[in-house]
């Protein structure tokens, strides 16, 4: 059973609309192959989820509702590049990125949970 464990909202420093592309196809002109694009909310969601998604105005209020898992993270190709072939997966949203800090947060928690059992649910407005 899936449970909520930390809220990573603090750890966003902006819009960075390049790593959104890269990761789930938010605004994706960079041309971007998405790790995880409109998967929606999760069948399996915690509670914590579930009421955290419905605070927000859930599904009427959201869009881009998506998830990816630490073992899904661990897999991406940080070499791959955007359509333009100048802009890498490494750049948007690899470990020197923004992104970075998520990352090392989801890479504990597998240390702990397994790769399988650590996942981002992300959704925007």
Avoid at 17 to 27: E, N, P, S, T
Avoid at 85 to 111: H, K, N, P, Q, Y
């Amino acid at each position: 059973m899936w449970q909520a464990a930390i809220d990573l909202f603090p750890l966003n420093r902006g819009n960075a609309y390049d790593g959104l592309a890269c990761l789930f196809g938010i605004r994706n002109t960079f041309g971007f192959r998405p790790v995880a694009e409109g998967r929606g909310f999760p069948h399996d969601a915690s509670k914590g989820l579930v009421s955290e998604f419905a605070a927000y105005g859930g599904a009427d209020d959201a869009y881009g509702a998506t998830w990816l898992t630490w073992a899904e993270v661990a897999s991406v190709d940080w070499m791959e590049t955007d359509s333009s072939g100048t802009r890498s997966r490494g750049m948007a949203a690899g470990d020197e990125s923004d992104w970075g800090r998520v990352w090392s947060v989801m890479r504990i928690l597998s240390e702990v949970h397994g790769a399988q059992n650590v996942r981002l649910f992300v959704w925007f407005h």
